[in-house]
């Protein structure tokens, strides 16, 4: 393993499994931002941020960053012991985003001890009219969802993007 990715890794906060991250619990100060003449630019991009590291690296170096946006958005990125990176995965369904009629929005990833992943993005929102009042039994709740695991391979499979109406 070259010295510049260990010196990467070792930033990284380690947490144990299984592991749950809300988007919106994320702040500032847990994040450790990029130095864009570091070597670390070898291993993220410039705009990402060092969040966490799962434990059990065993096989693979499962190492989350997080990228800003209306919150930080976590992103599960594997490297093999070379410190090569194998693939990544935004822990995002879609992200709730703001706007008119949104009353609340939850944005969750969830990772399990047998490297099963469900993310999913719950919305209440209502209709409104024309001006911005909101319409009368137009609330409903909005589930987007996915799912997958993380391979024997270090690779990352993820189903497609499903929705499920709540309420």
Partial sequence: MPDSFRSFINKFKPVKLPLTISIYSITVKDLIQVDDKSSDTLYIKGNESIYEILNDTTDFYYLITCQPADAYVPILNIYNKKGEKLSSESLVVRGCG???????????????NDLTIYCADTTKSFEYDSIMRPIPNSRQVICLYKDGKINPDGTINMSDEKRKKIE
């Fill in 98 to 112: 703001g706007g008119p009629g949104i009353e609340y929005c939850s944005s969750t990833a969830i990772i399990k």
